[in-house]
C-alpha cells in the first residue's frame, strides 16, 4: 500500500474513533460500560451539571412541582421517593409548592451529585433526606411511598425494566408514579436502554400501573404519569422506621451521633454533609 494511503486511513479513523466517544460518554453517558462508568461521569460533571442542564424555575413548577403537588393533595403529609435524585431536581420544584407539606428522600450513586444537592437545600433539613445508594436496589419496604418519581436516568441503568419494577415496589397501591420516556433522535442510539411510547405503555400496565399518560416535556424526554393499580395509606413517617439495613434486609437502624447504626449486624452508615450513605 502506497504511503500517502495511510493518512486518509489515518484520519478515517480519528474520525471514527472520535464519533464512538462521543456516542459512548455523551449520548449513552457511559451507561454500556457500567454502571461505574456512568457514576464517575456524574461526579466528574456535578459542579457544571446545573449549567450544562440550564433548569428554568418556572418551568420546573409548571411541569413537575405544581402537577405533583395537585396529584397528592388528597394525601395531608406524602411521603415521595425521588430515585436517581441528581442535584435535588425534582425535590425543589415540588417543596418550592405551598400546597405539598410532606417530605422527601432523594437517592442518588453520585455523591458528588448529592453533595451539590447539599448545597442548594439549605433550610430543607427536616423535609428532605438525601441517601448516597446504588438505585438498583432501593433500602425500603414494600409500598410505603406516595409517590416514586425518577427523571431522565431509566436509560443510563444497567436494566431499565428492572429498575422500573424496583421503583414500582416501593409504591403504594393508589400511588402516583412519575418517569420519563427518552424520545427523539438519541433514544434510537441507545438500543435496548429505550422504549418507543407504545412499550413504555405496556410495561408499565404489566408491573401494575393504571391510567398511564406519555405527556410530550423536552426534545429528548416526555414525561410518563401513572398510578399503581389499587387503594392503601401511607403518608409520611420518620425515615428510620422505613429504612433498611442494606445488609440485613430489615428496619433496625437507629441514629448515633453522625451515623447510623444496626442494632442487628452493627454496621456503621456514616452521615457525612447531611448525605446517609449506606454504599
Known amino acids: ?41 456524574y461526579d466528574l460533571t456535578a459542579n457544571r451539571y446545573d449549567g450544562i442542564k440550564q433548569f428554568d424555575d418556572d418551568m420546573e413548577a409548571i411541569y413537575l412541582g405544581r402537577p405533583l403537588a395537585t396529584a397528592l393533595k388528597s394525601t395531608p403529609v406524602p411521603l415521595i421517593c425521588d430515585i436517581g435524585t441528581g442535584t435535588a431536581r425534582l425535590p425543589l420544584a415540588l417543596l418550592a409548592q405551598p400546597t405539598f407539606q410532606g417530605k422527601i428522600v432523594g437517592l442518588d450513586d453520585s455523591r458528588q451529585m448529592l453533595r451539590t444537592a447539599v448545597s442548594k437545600t439549605g433550610g430543607y433539613e427536616n423535609r428532605l433526606t438525601l441517601i448516597w445508594r446504588d438505585t438498583t436496589h432501593l433500602p425500603f419496604p414494600d409500598a410505603v411511598f406516595d409517590a416514586v418519581t425518577c427523571l431522565e436516568m431509566l436509560e443510563f441503568t444497567p436494566s431499565p425494566r428492572r429498575q422500573l419494577a424496583e421503583a414500582i415496589r416501593v409504591l403504594r397501591p393508589g400511588g402516583i408514579l412519575l418517569t420519563t420516556r427518552r424520545r427523539g433522535f438519541d ?24 391510567d398511564v399518560q406519555v405527556l ?64
Open 1 to 41: 500500500m502506497s504511503s500517502w494511503l495511510w493518512v486518509p486511513l489515518g484520519l478515517i479513523g480519528l474520525l471514527l474513533l472520535g464519533l464512538l466517544a462521543y456516542w459512548q460518554f455523551v449520548i449513552t453517558e457511559g451507561t454500556y460500560l457500567g454502571q461505574w462508568m456512568v457514576t464517575w461521569l
Open 187 to 210: 433514544a434510537r442510539m441507545i438500543p435496548g436502554k429505550t422504549f418507543t411510547v407504545a412499550q413504555c405503555m405496556t410495561l408499565l400496565e404489566e408491573l401494575g400501573i393504571v
Open 216 to 279: 410530550v416535556w423536552q426534545v429528548d424526554y416526555d414525561l410518563v404519569w401513572g398510578r399503581r393499580d389499587g387503594n392503601a395509606q401511607a403518608g409520611a413517617r420518620p425515615i428510620l422506621e422505613i429504612l433498611l439495613c442494606p445488609r440485613c434486609n430489615i428496619p433496625t437502624l437507629v441514629e448515633k451521633r453522625q451515623e447510623i447504626y444496626c442494632e442487628k449486624c452493627s454496621t456503621l452508615y456514616p452521615i457525612r454533609d447531611g448525605i446517609i450513605e449506606l454504599r
